[in-house]
């Protein structure tokens, strides 16, 4: 995983073999309060969405030290996976070896990173709404919450208003497009 300081990257794992390894809401809540410790001093995150399966977060690297933040992000995955192994009775890894970071590399590809990111639920058939999934951001960008991992600001200044917003956020991304956030076409 090559990251850069002063870039965002789409940044996402899924478990093996499609394991749920979110299987109910303190599981969700503990992985983000573990996130926050390990790389809030080191990136901003923008986006984010906890799926039973995987997860997906759109960070600015705002740190010059890529090799703590990568450290981290393993360090985060594996005592994650040891808390669920030692509360569910299990053994073994629970996310994929590689975690994937994909440089986002325009400004269109960066909010289409977001909605893609806050879609995610809705194209799962979890929820009908991006709004009904708790364990996203999107509700922090439409102020139904106002939590505190989300920076907004950077994304919703580059829209008119929180209705222009929404409206981007619930247009169907082209697949040339999804391709390219998740680093298909890499």
């Keep these: 995983?090559?990251?850069?300081?002063?870039?965002?990257?789409?940044?996402?794992?899924?478990?093996?073999?499609?394991?749920?390894?979110?299987?109910?809401?303190?599981?969700?809540?503990?992985?983000?309060?573990?996130?926050?410790?390990?790389?809030?001093?080191?990136?901003?995150?923008?986006?984010?969405c906890l799926m039973p399966t995987h997860f997906h977060f759109?960070?600015?690297?705002?740190s010059e030290d890529v090799e703590r933040i990568q450290q981290n992000i393993g360090v985060l995955l594996s005592s994650y996976a040891k808390a669920i192994n030692k509360r569910y009775k299990r053994h073994g890894s629970l996310f994929?070896?590689?975690?994937?970071?994909?440089?986002?590399?325009?400004?269109?590809?960066?909010?289409?990173?977001?909605?893609?990111?806050h879609q995610n639920p809705v194209h799962a058939g979890i929820v009908?709404?991006?709004?009904?999934?708790?364990?996203?951001?999107?509700?922090?960008?439409?102020?139904?919450?106002?939590g505190t991992l989300p920076e907004t600001k950077t994304i919703l200044e580059r829209f008119s208003s929180s209705k222009?917003?929404?409206?981007f956020s619930s247009r169907e991304i082209p697949d040339d497009d999804i391709n390219v956030i998740s680093g298909r076409n890499n």
């Design 1 to 48: 995983m090559d990251l850069y300081p002063g870039y965002y990257f789409h940044i996402f794992n899924r478990s093996n073999n499609n394991e749920i390894v979110f299987k109910e809401a303190e599981n969700f809540l503990y992985f983000l309060k573990k996130y926050r410790h390990y790389l809030d001093d080191l990136i901003t995150t923008l986006a984010y």
């Design 96 to 117: 994929q070896s590689h975690t994937k970071a994909v440089l986002i590399k325009n400004e269109k590809h960066l909010l289409l990173a977001v909605a893609y990111i």
């Design 164 to 167: 222009e917003f929404i409206e």
């Design 58 to 62: 759109l960070v600015y690297i705002s």
């Design 128 to 146: 009908k709404m991006p709004e009904e999934w708790t364990y996203s951001s999107y509700r922090d960008y439409i102020g139904i919450r106002n």
